[in-house]
Nanobody, 117 residues
Framework: QVQLVESGGGLVQPGGSLRLSCVASRTIFRIATMGWYRQAPGKQRELVARISTEGSTNYADCMKGRFTIYRDNAMNTVYLQMDSLNPEDTAVYYC???????????WGQGTQFTVSS
């Protein structure tokens, strides 16, 4: 069992920045691809960004250039730095650990933030 605990949500003004963090409870984190997803009200959950164990990243098109995913394996933590936020970024953001050869995938409980003036 792996627990993923997100933090960093809240209220931010349009054009502002925010950083989300996700801490994994086990070091299996270090061999897992990690991702951030989001779900806005009335919409399906969608990929925001993913990062492999080697640090390779991919982003949803609308996040490219604004969001940065990175990880600190020593801290079992993955981050999502978000800049130039707009109201359409308002959602619950979920941390995801993809399945490995020995584990299933896991989801965090989600962290909400709102972009509003």
């Amino acid at each position: 069992q792996v627990q993923l605990v997100e933090s960093g949500g809240g209220l931010v003004q349009p054009g502002g920045s925010l950083r989300l963090s996700c801490v994994a409870s086990r070091t299996i984190f270090r061999i897992a691809t990690m991702g951030w997803y989001r779900q806005a009200p009335g919409k399906q959950r969608e990929l925001v960004a993913r990062i492999s164990t080697e640090g390779s990243t991919n982003y949803a098109d609308c996040m490219k250039g604004r969001f940065t995913i990175y990880r600190d394996n020593a801290m079992n933590t993955v981050y999502l730095q978000m800049d130039s936020l707009n109201p359409e970024d308002t959602a619950v953001y979920y941390c995801h650990m993809e399945p490995t050869a020995t584990t299933i995938g896991y989801w965090g409980q989600g962290t909400q933030f709102t972009v509003s003036s």
